[in-house]
């Protein structure tokens, strides 16, 4: 086997972590993280009847926070239920299992099960193991990396799919009236209903040195918007105010992060929000964030309503996989 996965190296692990895992003191939570104060992001109620009141409250966290929580989102309880069900169902196959979806070596592509994702620097690694895969459009999906077992896996992801539709389409709605644009505006400066959503499930098994290690170091997300759903286990934080605080956890709640190409599109007025993932020393975390992405070939921008001589482009227009390439590889963007 090539390499060592997480989830293998907790099973030997029990007081101590490998030296690579060890963040630097700039980094570990133990030190970084303001003790002792939950970060309340904002919460929006999706249902709510009044559409500038959610409006207002979408860009007010989107301009100041970059990250919300919504509730009475529209996707049922027992659907997103059954996509955590067979999630967790797929780290516990055994690794012979897993590996069957494996990312091959040199691979241009994202999907698959794998351990790195992007350059590490100064050799530090994420305590996770993830499974990457597209579930929209139709025509993008690779098939090759949805877990044959358990046998619930597609339908329940299909599901899922099925429903984020709703929760996307109000979101770039919001987003777009909030800018004083048209409704379809910003969605379609994304890519219409050509955007990709890319889930990704993240596992972070149990860490003996949760003070030292990160599931996933600080960033912000490439994705126009991610919206996540995480177990029942703390590890979400967010920089604020260049502190660290832990995020709230809400029982229902789709957890909404604004991303690069939100920040761009709108030139600035909406901000990526920079976050990070803990991990528990008694418990598995794992979360399904999916990233909804403007197609690989649609060159992203400021969108030209929003461009003037008093507000000049704060971004070079891009081709999003040019720019994932840039971030993924640390190179200049």
């Given at each position: 086997?090539?390499?060592?996965?997480?989830?293998?190296?907790?099973?030997?692990?029990?007081?101590?972590?490998?030296?690579?895992?060890?963040?630097?003191?700039?980094?570990?939570?133990?030190?970084?993280?303001?003790?002792?104060?939950?970060?309340?992001?904002?919460?929006?109620?999706?249902?709510?009847?009044?559409?500038?009141?959610?409006?207002?409250?979408?860009?007010?966290?989107?301009?100041?926070?970059?990250?919300?929580?919504?509730?009475?989102?529209?996707?049922?309880?027992?659907?997103?239920?059954?996509?955590?069900?067979?999630?967790?169902?797929?780290?516990?196959?055994?690794?012979?299992?897993?590996?069957?979806?494996?990312?091959?070596?040199?691979?241009?592509?994202?999907?698959?099960?794998?351990?790195?994702?992007?350059?590490?620097?100064?050799?530090?690694?994420?305590?996770?193991?993830?499974?990457?895969?597209?579930?929209?459009?139709?025509?993008?999906?690779?098939?090759?990396?949805?877990?044959?077992?358990?046998?619930?896996?597609?339908?329940?992801?299909?599901?899922?799919?099925?429903?984020?539709?709703?929760?996307?389409?109000?979101?770039?709605?919001?987003?777009?009236?909030?800018?004083?644009?048209?409704?379809?505006?910003?969605?379609?400066?994304?890519?219409?209903?050509?955007?990709?959503?890319?889930?990704?499930?993240?596992?972070?098994?149990?860490?003996?040195?949760?003070?030292?290690?990160?599931?996933?170091?600080?960033?912000?997300?490439?994705?126009?918007?991610?919206?996540?759903?995480?177990?029942?286990?703390?590890?979400?934080?967010?920089?604020?105010?260049?502190?660290?605080?832990?995020?709230?956890?809400?029982?229902?709640?789709?957890?909404?992060?604004?991303?690069?190409?939100?920040?761009?599109?709108?030139?600035?007025?909406?901000?990526?929000?920079?976050?990070r993932a803990k991990v528990n020393k008694e418990k598995t975390r794992i979360s399904w964030p999916v990233f909804v992405e403007p197609p690989s070939d649609l060159e992203v921008g400021p969108h030209p309503k929003l461009v003037n001589e008093a507000n000049p482009p704060k971004f070079k227009s891009k081709k999003y996989s040019q720019y994932c390439f840039?971030?993924?590889?640390?190179?200049?963007?």
């Amino acid at each position: 086997m090539g390499v060592e996965r997480v989830q293998e190296i907790a099973n030997f692990s029990k007081e101590t972590i490998p030296e690579e895992f060890i963040r630097t003191t700039y980094e570990q939570p133990a030190l970084t993280t303001v003790q002792g104060t939950v970060l309340e992001v904002p919460v929006i109620d999706l249902s709510d009847p009044d559409e500038e009141k959610v409006v207002r409250a979408i860009v007010d966290a989107s301009s100041n926070w970059g990250m919300f929580q919504v509730v009475n989102h529209g996707i049922p309880r027992e659907t997103v239920g059954k996509l955590k069900e067979v999630g967790k169902a797929f780290f516990e196959l055994p690794p012979h299992e897993k590996e069957a979806y494996a990312k091959s070596p040199g691979s241009q592509s994202i999907e698959g099960y794998g351990t790195k994702l992007q350059r590490e620097v100064e050799g530090k690694k994420a305590w996770v193991d993830h499974l990457f895969h597209k579930i929209w459009p139709p025509s993008e999906i690779n098939y090759q990396f949805w877990p044959k077992n358990p046998p619930s896996y597609r339908k329940n992801n299909e599901e899922y799919a099925k429903h984020m539709h709703g929760v996307v389409n109000k979101l770039f709605r919001c987003l777009s009236l909030g800018l004083g644009l048209e409704g379809n505006e910003m969605k379609e400066a994304m890519g219409g209903d050509n955007m990709v959503y890319l889930l990704k499930i993240n596992y972070y098994p149990q860490c003996p040195r949760p003070d030292l290690a990160l599931g996933v170091p600080a960033h912000t997300d490439m994705s126009a918007i991610t919206i996540l759903v995480p177990n029942d286990v703390q590890g979400l934080q967010a920089c604020k105010d260049d502190h660290w605080y832990d995020v709230e956890y809400i029982p229902n709640a789709l957890i909404v992060h604004i991303g690069d190409q939100v920040e761009i599109v709108s030139n600035g007025k909406y901000k990526s929000v920079l976050h990070r993932a803990k991990v528990n020393k008694e418990k598995t975390r794992i979360s399904w964030p999916v990233f909804v992405e403007p197609p690989s070939d649609l060159e992203v921008g400021p969108h030209p309503k929003l461009v003037n001589e008093a507000n000049p482009p704060k971004f070079k227009s891009k081709k999003y996989s040019q720019y994932c390439f840039c971030k993924l590889n640390k190179t200049p963007k």
